[in-house]
């Protein structure tokens, strides 16, 4: 059964302002939860581990989500193997936090890979809010890995890492405003329907 995601949206081509107001990933929402659960499942014992997989459009047209890895608590490397059935469209991985600030969005290092591996789609999930960064024709080629990093800690400077409800608000503005520079569709909702945060 073809994707629920517009064709024009896994291609990567369509203009930002012309991206779809929402993005449906019902097809993908069962495997998003259970790597979510995966990731927390030990957090009784104070441990987490980030979970990622590989989103691909199968020959059919549906999406899938292949390659399954963990890592650490804040760090996952997906496998971005492909077979030649398969279309390449971005990757899936989770963020669980021991500390309890949650749901935490897209860090830094996720906008530039999205950028240097040209994932069509970039999907985060954490705490039952999953986001998701669309490429676009106005995504950049290339962006600096460390002005990214300093562009995105310029929003927290100043706020008290205890300071729960602010540093999210912070991250989560960084995360619009980098969107917007890199050209990148910027969605946040549930897994099976995400809504586009309007970029002005």
């Known amino acids: 059964m073809p994707s629920r995601v517009p064709l024009q949206i896994l291609s990567g081509h369509c203009a930002i302002d012309e991206l779809p107001d929402e993005l449906d990933l019902s097809e993908l929402a069962d495997d998003m939860e259970r790597l979510w659960m995966k990731s927390v499942e030990r957090l009784d014992e104070g441990q987490a581990m980030e979970h990622a997989a590989t989103i691909v459009r199968r020959a059919d047209g549906s999406l899938d989500l292949i390659n399954e890895v963990f890592g650490s608590a804040n760090f996952v490397q997906p496998d971005l193997t492909v077979t030649a059935a398969q279309k390449f469209i971005g990757t899936f991985h989770t963020h669980p936090r021991t500390d309890g600030i949650l749901p935490m ?7 530039v890979t999205a950028i240097q591996w040209q994932e069509k789609l970039s999907v985060l999930y954490s705490d039952q809010i999953a986001f998701a960064l669309v490429r676009t024709i106005n995504t950049v080629a ?59």
């Open 105 to 111: 969005p897209f860090s830094h290092a996720d906008f």
């Open 142 to 200: 290339y962006a600096d890995p460390n002005a990214v990093e300093n562009e995105f800690n310029l929003f927290a400077v100043g706020i008290d890492a205890q300071d729960r409800d602010l540093l999210l608000d912070a991250i989560w503005a960084a995360n619009k405003w980098l969107a917007q520079k890199y050209g990148f569709g910027l969605y946040m909702g549930t897994p099976e329907m995400l809504y586009r945060e309007i970029q002005k």
